[in-house]
């Protein structure tokens, strides 16, 4: 009898994760901190265009500067918009009660989002808005269903129309098609996306960078560390032949 629960319950676990919308399919995504350039564009993709909503609110202007090796002159002169010191905290100036009227709820903090969510879902993420007329801000979005977040980025992207499928009963996402085209291409677009999702990564957990440089030298260490055990290897076995 037990057995027989356990095999019902076993058999129930895809279609649950079905009805929990796990059915959008997450695009890959190539993380590469050591890519200064990509982590550079992607944090002024985020100051411009998500921090007048969100915070990042573990993270400094200026401890961003160094590890991207921006200085903190440029990082005073170009990036500061919400706050007017580099050694302040990356908080949106948008007030919690203006954002509750705007949109029924606060933007999250971003500091960990791909952490919690992960990179490729974050990446999809930002590539799956679409018009739907039937929401409040007319923006929908495949991977969060009536996200209250509207489509910040469509000027580059352009608008995407959703393609519904009826699959088992429900209505499932089959593709998108273009709308009316932004001013970046698809290409282009996931470039930004990917560079701003690099970005997010490095938000995420900024001591993967220090981690990396000590990796390197470690490694080095240990293949001089190889070369000299090595000679000492045959010093020693000199005599024994
Ligand atoms: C006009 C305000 C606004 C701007 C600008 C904005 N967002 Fe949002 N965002 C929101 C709101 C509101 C939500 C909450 C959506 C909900 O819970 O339905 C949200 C949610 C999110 C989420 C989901 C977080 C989670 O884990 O639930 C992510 C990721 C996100 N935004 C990323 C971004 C990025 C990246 C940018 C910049 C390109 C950006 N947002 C710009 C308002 C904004």
Known sequence: ???????????????????????????????????????????RTFINYCLSCHSAGYMRYNRMGRDLGISDELV??????????????????????VALKAFG???????????????????????SFYRDESTESGWNNTLFPSVAMPHVLYSWQGEQRAIFKEHDGIQVFDRFEVGSAGSMSEKDFNGTMR???????YLGEPAKLVRYRIGVYVIIF????????????????????
């Open 1 to 43: 009898m037990i057995k027989k629960i356990i095999i019902a319950l076993w058999l129930a676990i895809p279609a649950l994760s079905l009805a929990a919308g796990d059915h959008v399919k997450l695009d890959s995504v190539d993380i590469d901190l050591s890519d200064k350039a990509s982590l550079q564009r992607g944090a």
């Open 76 to 97: 005073g002169s170009n990036l500061l918009f919400a706050t007017d010191k580099v050694g302040d905290l990356m908080k949106t100036v948008m007030p919690k009660e």
């Open 105 to 127: 709820t606060v933007p999250p903090d971003l500091t960990l989002v791909t952490r919690s969510r992960g990179p490729e879902w974050f990446y999809t993420y930002m590539r």
């Open 195 to 201: 560079d701003l999702t690099n970005f997010m990564v």
């Open 222 to 241: 240990l293949l001089i560390f190889l070369f000299i055990t090595y000679l000492l290897k045959k010093e020693f076995w000199k005599d024994i032949h």
